[in-house]
């Protein structure tokens, strides 16, 4: 009787290294580029909850008087005419944000950074003679220079926008969904508006989780590469699918309101008294105010 033999490659003792792995500019499987921005949205909002909860310099105003506030300070940015309280606008505006636990960095990449890019890149060719005649500060080449009311005119859109931007991240950063829209209900915003923005932010975050789910049920069941024509067939039917099933819940949700009574008034919640901190947040304000029209720093 003939024994069976070992197949060849069963035979072999000698072990044999893997193939390397090469790093390539290639992008990421697509399942894993959306699982990472749908964490990054997550772990944005838990340090944003975490700030705007802490015991910061401007947590502790109430959100409807930060609102008018930091309101009034954006439009007393757009209308002066003086080019030095801007500075001190934008001076005073990135001190509270550090006081108010933003951090170096945040100021830096929330703010500046997307003033620099898109603001700046729009107002550099003011700066030459060609656009804004003017005093020459800079002979570049010849009859092209940098002009000072170029310069200034430059300065002047730069630091508004960094201005209206630094502002509007404070009171974003600093105050609670949840607040905040309370706040637009005793300026005498609708209701209805304010249940759908309420309702938005609440259960967008429990929609990105379920579409985890779907992203890493699919990464799950995968065994090797995909063909185009497979993703773009899975992508399409996956979007159908949570379209329908958000629908749905949408439909569930508003039978369980209804069903408890809800009838489309917003429920204001009654007014705080003013506090310390408010008035002197206020007073913070109108005195920025009186520099910006007709004050020590109007030029």
Avoid at 274 to 289: A, E, G, Q, S, Y
């Amino acid at each position: 009787m003939k024994t069976a033999t070992l197949p060849i490659w069963l035979q072999q003792t000698a072990s044999t290294d893997l193939p390397k792995h090469k790093n390539s500019w290639s992008c990421k499987d697509y399942l894993e580029k959306t699982l990472e921005h749908i964490n990054r949205i997550m772990a944005e909002d838990a340090c944003a909850t975490r700030i705007s909860s802490s015991q910061g310099l401007l947590q502790g105003v109430q959100a409807p008087v930060k609102f008018i506030g930091l309101l009034a300070l954006m439009i007393a940015a757009s209308l002066t005419k003086s080019l030095a309280f801007l500075f001190l606008l934008n001076a005073v505006i990135f001190g509270v944000a550090l006081q108010s636990g933003l951090g170096l960095q945040a100021v830096s990449v929330r703010i500046w950074l997307p003033t620099c890019l898109f603001a700046g890149i729009a107002v550099l060719p003011g700066i030459i003679n060609w656009v804004t005649p003017g005093e020459p500060l800079y002979i570049i080449y010849h009859d092209l220079a940098i002009t000072k009311q170029g310069v200034k005119a430059a300065a002047f859109v730069l630091l508004r926008a960094g201005a209206s931007l630094g502002l509007a991240t404070l009171l974003i950063k600093t105050t609670r969904w949840s607040l905040l829209t309370k706040a637009f209900v005793q300026l005498g915003l609708p209701g209805e508006i304010v249940t759908v923005l309420d309702l938005t932010y609440r259960y967008i975050y429990m929609f990105l989780l379920l579409f985890m789910e779907y992203l890493l049920g699919r990464r799950s069941r995968l065994v090797g590469l995909e063909s185009q024509s497979a993703k773009i067939s899975w992508i399409g039917g996956t979007i159908a699918a949570f379209l329908r099933m958000i629908w749905e819940y949408s439909q569930e949700i508003n039978d369980a309101m209804q069903s408890r009574g809800y009838s489309g008034e917003y429920i204001a919640e009654p007014r705080v008294p003013l506090k310390l901190h408010d008035i002197c947040f206020l007073f913070l304000v109108m005195v920025l105010c009186v520099c910006a029209y007709g004050g020590t720093f109007y030029v």
